[in-house]
């Protein structure tokens, strides 16, 4: 599946929160765990500070999770 998803286009949670009309952190819960999300940051926790990932959402996956949350 990454092979297929590399090269089309990625969206920022801002984009998608955007286009949506979602907050943000909605977008981010959504998609921190879906399968086929560039996922870049730290996943441990430092001197008490929350863990941050850069996501970028493939076109595809962001069809994937439209189609199943709007049914």
């Known amino acids: 599946m990454a092979d297929d998803t590399a090269f089309e286009h990625h969206f920022t ?7 949506w009309k979602f907050d943000e952190s909605t977008i ?20 008490g500070r929350r863990e941050y990932f850069t996501l970028r959402i493939p ?8 189609a199943r949350r709007s049914r």
């Open 59 to 66: 076109e595809s996956v962001a069809r994937r999770v439209y």
């Open 28 to 47: 981010r819960r959504m998609f921190i765990d879906e399968p086929g999300v560039l996922k870049y940051g730290n996943s441990f926790r430092r001197s």
């Open 13 to 19: 949670p801002q984009e998608l929160a955007e286009l």
